[in-house]
């Protein structure tokens, strides 16, 4: 199928990767069947009205009279409200592709009705794997998952079409977010607004944080591991601070082969809605003239504990990656609201690991009743450190 007639299901349509997904589209004059979002219905009728998109959800809305009077205001539009009715549309809607960049666990039983339905996933969505891999990877037919996450997207252009016996090791680069030169002296008075800051990539508040605690590389790791098939002892993480090499892949001839670009995500979005062919594109440059050094540090455990514990948590995998992912996810909202400091989430995390037991290999209502369980619990917790 020619790019330009490819329909796309776009989740999670309001946010960074939901804005780079227009431009990529705009850019190929590809068309989108419907968007979603989780509430902010401004942003998604106005996304509608510029795109020409006849149908929307807005899965996280369910106040009727809202609803009746966006409805009434939109006569050209389609709106739908809720998980059930997202999930609908996967299983019913006519698109070729579905982009899930849905944020954090909310975007898990849409990637099921998607592979479910046979349709390819080109998946931003890392939670699908970190929780439910298991599960999930049961379900590749024809199509592999599509990564959309930049070293993942790096890794599977690198791979090509070797076979995963002709690999040594997937090295997947980390930039080492807000606090990678912070002294560890000033880590207990970190501020969310610091947090939210980082140095090369501009993205969501929710992976901002997780790469300025470097969780969000524990998760890619996970991530790696359902996406390539490899063992953990296969698979390693390294410290680039400059963000213009996204992963490497080391054979075992001893040969490394790695994608570089300019640090933009609508490079490995057009790649995955493109895949498996290229097509010319102007919208990220990069020009080797201007990257006098590409360096590499190590990963300090002091400075990034909360990626030393996903590592552990990922070699026993099970519900504990679920536990992790929902314990990162309330403690990073408290984090947010000031309820909590920065050095306060590690804590948080251990103590849930600590007290749900493991599972060796859980159902997808496990999953998600767990996941729901943990967030909720330490969130309404008068003492959330001690879960
Ligand atoms: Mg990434």
């Not at 892949?249 to 979005?269: C, N, R, W, Y």
């Not at 493109?274 to 990220?284: F, T």
Request: glycine share 6%.
């Amino acid at each position: 199928l020619q790019m330009v007639k490819r329909k796309i299901a776009l989740l999670g349509a309001t946010g960074s990767i939901g804005s780079s997904t227009l431009e990529v589209a705009i850019e190929q004059g590809i068309c989108i069947s419907f968007a979603s979002a989780h509430t902010d219905y401004r942003k998604l009728i106005a996304i509608a009205h510029k795109h020409n998109i006849p149908k929307l959800v807005l899965s996280g809305i369910d106040d009727p009279a809202l609803l009746s009077s966006l409805r009434q205001d939109n006569p050209d539009l389609k709106i739908y409200a809720g998980e059930e009715e997202l999930l609908n549309l996967l299983r019913n809607e006519d698109y070729d592709i579905a982009l899930n960049a849905i944020t954090g666990s909310a975007g898990l039983r849409s990637s099921f009705a998607i592979m479910e339905r046979g349709k390819p996933l080109a998946l931003a969505n890392k939670e699908s794997l970190v929780m439910a891999g298991h599960l999930l990877t049961k379900l590749v037919k024809d199509i592999p998952i599509i990564p959309v996450d930049s070293e993942h997207s790096a890794i599977f252009q690198a791979i090509g079409k070797h076979p995963t016996a002709e690999i040594k090791s997937l090295h997947i680069t980390a930039s080492g977010g807000a606090f990678r030169d912070l002294p560890l002296s000033e880590f207990p008075n970190i501020t969310p607004e610091q947090a939210l800051t980082h140095p090369n990539w501009n993205m969501g508040a929710k992976v901002t944080l997780d790469s300025a605690t470097m969780f969000n590389k524990a998760l890619e790791v996970i991530e790696a591991h359902w996406l390539f098939g490899l063992p953990y002892s296969q698979l390693s993480a390294i410290i680039h601070p400059q963000s213009i090499i996204h992963s490497l892949v080391e054979f075992i001839d001893g040969s490394f082969l790695a994608q570089l670009s300019t640090p933009d995500m609508k490079l490995p979005i057009l790649y995955a809605l493109s895949y498996p062919e290229r097509v010319a594109s102007s919208l990220v440059k990069t020009d080797l003239r201007t990257l006098s050094n590409l360096s590499f540090r190590e990963i300090e455990p002091t400075r990034y504990p909360l990626f030393f514990l996903g590592l552990e948590v990922a070699k026993s995998g099970g519900l504990h990656p679920t536990v992790m992912n929902a314990a990162v996810e309330a403690a990073s909202a408290l984090f947010l609201q000031g309820k909590i400091a920065y050095t306060d989430m590690m804590w948080v995390v251990y103590n849930a690991l600590d007290t749900v037991p493991n599972i060796p290999h859980p159902d997808l209502n496990t999953i998600i009743g767990t996941n729901k369980e943990v967030y909720q619990r330490i969130l309404h917790s008068k003492t959330p450190r001690f879960f």
